[in-house]
């Protein structure tokens, strides 16, 4: 991951000086890969110092399962939205009784 993005950000920054017709979607672009750039390069030295995985505010351990679907995660307050999303229940219906259904006249 840390050399897709450093790849990507030179790539970017070559085309930045040839081209500058879209100067803020260019901008907004090489910001978000900087910071997940430093996002990959701060778990790697968490990583190396052995304290990978482990939220910084409260220095509980991360689950893994949640690591891997965010590996750069800083704090266990980070699947905050995740796990809203996931809580987040649809509404029960009754499919035995006709009436629940939509028609095309419902529209």
């Not at 090489?30 to 505010?57: N, S, T």
């Not at 399962?65 to 987040?88: G, V």
């Amino acid at each position: 991951m840390r050399e897709e993005l450093r790849t990507r950000l030179f790539d970017h920054s070559l085309f930045e000086m040839t081209c500058d017709d879209h100067q803020g979607k260019d901008t907004t672009l090489m910001h978000h890969i900087k910071e997940e750039l430093q996002d990959v390069e701060r778990a790697l030295m968490k990583f190396d110092k052995g304290i990978y995985g482990y939220c910084e505010e409260t220095g509980e351990e991360i689950p893994f399962e949640k690591l891997r679907i965010l590996p750069t995660a800083r704090t266990k307050y980070d699947f905050y939205f995740q796990e809203l999303f996931e809580r987040k229940s649809l509404p029960q219906y009754d499919y035995t009784h006709e009436e629940t259904y939509i028609t095309g006249s419902d529209f």
